[in-house]
């Protein structure tokens, strides 16, 4: 993975933390529709980046993988 990409991931990770932090408040708060926002937002944030890094670097990338399952897991909450 190029250094772009790499820092770009690194970014969107820490995101991803603060998403999920907000998504815990808002379910504590029983904000369920917020909660499911955020969640899409980070479902769709994650797809945007894994095909941005494969058409970069082609198919079978490991962080794509990981993003892939991250989705999948997103879609069955």
Same mark, same amino acid.
């Given at each position: 993975? #190029?250094?772009?990409? =790499? =820092?770009?991931? +690194?970014? /969107?990770? $820490? ?5 999920? #932090?907000?998504? !815990?408040?808002?379910?504590? #708060? +029983?904000? #369920? ?6 969640? +899409? ?6 797809? *945007?980046?894994?095909?941005?890094? +494969? *058409?970069?670097? $082609? ?7 990981? /993003?892939?399952?991250?989705? !999948? $897991?997103?879609?069955?909450?």
């Amino acid at each position: 993975m #190029r250094k772009v990409q =790499k =820092k770009q991931a +690194e970014k /969107f990770m $820490g995101i991803l933390g603060q998403a999920h #932090r907000e998504t !815990e408040k808002a379910l504590e #708060r +029983e904000k #369920r529709e917020i909660a499911l926002d955020l969640l +899409e937002q980070c479902q769709s944030g994650a797809l *945007e980046l894994g095909t941005s890094i +494969e *058409e970069q670097e $082609g198919t079978g990338i490991p962080t794509v993988k990981l /993003f892939e399952d991250y989705c !999948e $897991g997103l879609y069955q909450i």
